[in-house]
């Protein structure tokens, strides 16, 4: 049911899912991981029913044009490449044929050609609904080599529905999906929760990670055959999934299974429907919103009966999927994409698969050795091949490496180390002449890639992040560079500038970035050695928390020890909880202190500090003014071990003990005419500080005595005060 766009308010977009009890399970997630999303980044909610309403009102001026006679949406098959990862202990048990029933299944739904469509009642065949979608098993990886669309793994992981999906990644034992650009990814498994069969993203979400575009099926929800289990064996949860997957909401409207009238699917076609509907109904079914024959439309493919219960879209419906294919940023590169086309095997092919280093960073050598991975594409032996790296985009330096690669297999091979100078730095690598001939496909011989070099600098370093910060180095773990640690100018402590980390816009909950100092050299006679920073964070709510780390490392970024750790309350600066993007006022910053003359105490070293952001879905956190420096103590204090000064003094009298004041039991402090002015008692156990500072400011010109008295001796001092 299509109703006035007013009531496309905020209110409608929530899904209310929590409070609701469910007669049965709802067949689908794909509500409440999208309500999930909303509550983690509410800022998100507004922008994406702004794009709503922007596609709702394309749609609307489409479906007008169409009953005038012009067509808008996609006019010929487009065919959607897909590509099946089963993640399962036993990911066998889904056979290539039980994969092949579901894109069978899918491309009848979505043709209007599957064969219960018979069933479709006489009072609906007039918007039976039949779409330009189809769907391949992938022919080529993003890579360009052929495959047959099925991917399988075995792991113990399940799904668990959300936005950190570990059945989407490779590091929690799930799988890593294709060029989402390119790739509609399927993964096929079991559920954390055995009930759910399944869930989408809608599109629309700017701040979601590109890892959790596609659809997950329970096994036992997936294809027509073999683990596909009654009353869910017709394919129909891919089908109802990827309705979501282009912009279908549910028939009843989108809050989760709470009855109402009020709300929309935003489809003209479909009738006004009150909640979901469950089981096998008979026809006709009617409700309080559509309370006459031929009353609700249960067997829509957006209602949660059963699969053998639906098998019908509308043509609303189907104009609103093609809509959304052909207009939404995030789907409409699919149209283009080349992946249902086996590969072109050519002679000479050889694929630069990734260069290191990548994102990373250069600790301790002057120079950077490129190590490349290569694929020969080609039918024929890779025997040599030409490998030109250049830096910054001076001109390439080439090597020519003889090898012995058959067709289809990769190495990983070494270039020439060229010198860098400290600072941020582009590299660029590019293959050619594979076998001593041009390249026949040079669409996959280059890769460029970013890394820093540090500077080796004496102790002290300050900087401030008003330039560039060359010398500095920047590490995200390797691949999202939006994540990056950067310099911004609408915040600082000091100056005009500061370092900013991105985690109000970056969803991807435990990824790291990381900000790391030049190589800073700790003088040999260095008696501490201190890293003080400002810093200014806010939190997003009292549940999400980024931590901040600092780790020092004495072994060139080999290893590092961690010395500080704040996340939550203890890392906020002002008490701030916003879900707004967090941009600090100038009385926002704190500053931080971290004593490592301990940890380092004898071994001379030159220190790296990393300051290391853990993204948990948390506000922006900056950094100012970082300060390594190394402080030394007057020779007369480390020979005696006691040093009282000035002498004479104009007020402040400074007492410093080395390297402890064991012992120590008091200090006190008399006037020449023996009027006490001073006194501090330690006792119990607690060790007195090293420096102590006695203010005499407000006490007379004269001679003063300083008496500290130690559990095996006094030392008396005398001190003279002037004016
Ligand atoms: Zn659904």
């Keep these: 049911m299509f109703k006035a766009w007013l009531r496309f308010s905020g209110l409608i977009l929530v899904f209310v899912c929590s409070v609701q009890v469910y007669a049965q399970r709802p067949r689908c997630a794909t509500g409440s991981v999208m309500e999930q999303f909303f509550q983690m980044r509410p800022a998100e909610r507004i922008e994406f029913e702004k794009r709503q309403q922007s596609f709702q009102r394309r749609f ?94 075995t792991s113990l992981t399940t799904s668990t529905p959300g936005s950190n999906d570990p059945i989407k990644r490779n590091v929690t034992g799930g799988a890593d999906g294709w060029d989402v650009s390119k790739y509609l990814n399927i993964w096929v498994c079991k559920m954390t929760d055995n009930n759910d069969l399944g869930y989408t993203f809608m599109p629309g979400l700017s701040g979601i990670s590109e890892s959790d575009i596609g659809l997950v099926t329970a096994y036992h929800a997936f294809g027509t055959m073999g683990t596909a289990t009654a009353p869910f064996n017709k394919g129909r949860t891919a089908t109802h999934e990827i309705g979501h997957f282009f912009n279908l909401w549910h028939i009843w409207g989108d809050n989760q299974c709470v009855a109402s009238c009020s ?41 949660y009966v059963n699969d053998g219960a639906m098998y019908m879209f509308t043509q609303g419906q189907v104009e609103r999927m093609e809509l959304a294919l052909a207009t939404l940023d ?60 250049s830096v910054d985009g001076a001109a390439p330096v080439t090597s020519q490496v003889n090898l012995s690669l ?28 594979p076998n001593g001939v041009a390249d026949q496909q040079t669409n996959n011989d280059t890769l460029t890639t970013l890394f820093s070099a540090l500077a080796h600098l004496d102790a002290s370093v300050m900087e401030g992040f008003e330039t560039n910060f060359n010398g500095w180095g920047v590490d995200n773990n390797s691949d999202i560079v939006s994540y990056n640690p950067t310099k911004v100018t609408n915040a600082a402590y000091n100056g005009s500038a500061s370092i900013k980390y991105n985690s109000f816009n970056y969803t991807l909950y435990g990824r790291e970035s990381r900000l790391v100092s030049p ?173 102590t500072q006695v203010n005499l400011w407000n006490q007379a010109s004269g001679i003063y005595i300083v008496r500290l008295v130690y559990a095996d001796r006094v030392v008396t001092r005398k001190i003279l005060k002037m004016n």
């Design 406 to 433: 058959p067709t289809l297999q990769t190495v990983t091979i070494t270039a020439p180390a060229l010198n860098v100078s400290p600072g941020h730095h582009t590299l660029k690598v590019f293959t050619s002449l």
């Design 263 to 303: 709300d929309s699917d935003f489809v003209d076609d479909t009738p006004n429907q009150s909640t979901c509907t469950y089981g096998t109904p008979s026809f006709p079914t009617t409700d309080i919103c559509t309370n006459n024959a031929p009353g609700i439309m249960f067997m829509n493919f957006m209602d």
């Design 60 to 153: 609307e001026i489409a479906r007008r044009l169409k009953q005038e006679g012009v067509q808008q949406r996609v006019q010929s098959i487009i065919t959607i490449p897909v590509v099946v990862h089963i993640v399962m202990d036993n990911p066998n048990l889904v056979t290539d044929e039980q994969v092949q029933s579901q894109l069978d299944a899918l491309n009848a739904d979505y043709a209007g050609e599957n064969l219960d469509a018979v069933n479709v009642p006489a009072a609906f065949a007039s918007v039976f609904g039949k779409s330009q979608i189809r769907f391949c098993l992938a022919q080529r990886t993003p890579g360009g080599t052929a495959t047959n669309g099925i991917i399988r793994k």
């Design 519 to 691: 190589r800073v050299n700790i003088p040999a006679d260095a008696d501490s050695v201190k890293i003080t920073f400002w810093r200014a964070a806010a939190q997003l709510n009292s549940v999400h928390s980024d931590t901040l780390d600092v780790l020092y490392s004495v072994d060139c970024g080999q290893s590092f020890v961690s010395v500080y750790k704040r996340s939550g309350i203890a890392l906020n600066t002002n008490n701030i909880i916003t879900s707004s993007e967090y941009i600090p006022a100038s009385d926002h910053w704190i500053a931080d202190t971290i004593d490592i003359t301990q940890q380092i105490a004898g071994l001379h070293p030159d220190v790296i500090v990393t300051f290391r952001m853990i993204n948990g879905y948390g506000n922006n956190i900056y950094l100012d003014d970082v300060n390594i420096y190394s402080v030394r103590l007057p020779n007369a204090l480390k020979e005696k071990g006691l040093t009282i000064s000035p002498n004479p003094t104009s007020g402040i009298i400074n007492i410093r003990h080395y390297p402890t004041t064991s012992g120590l039991q008091g200090i006190t402090v008399y006037s020449s005419t023996g009027q006490l002015v001073f006194k501090e008692q330690y006792n119990g156990g607690f060790q007195a500080p090293n420096f």
């Design 330 to 389: 995030d789907r409409k590169s699919l149209l283009t994409s080349n992946g249902c086309e086996p590969p072109v095997l050519y002679n000479n092919d050889a694929r630069l698969n990734s260069v290191s280093p990548n994102n990373s960073i250069i600790y301790c050598s002057g120079s950077v050795q490129p190590s490349v991975s290569i694929t020969n594409l080609g039918t024929q032996p890779l025997t040599s091949i030409r490998l030109n790296v």
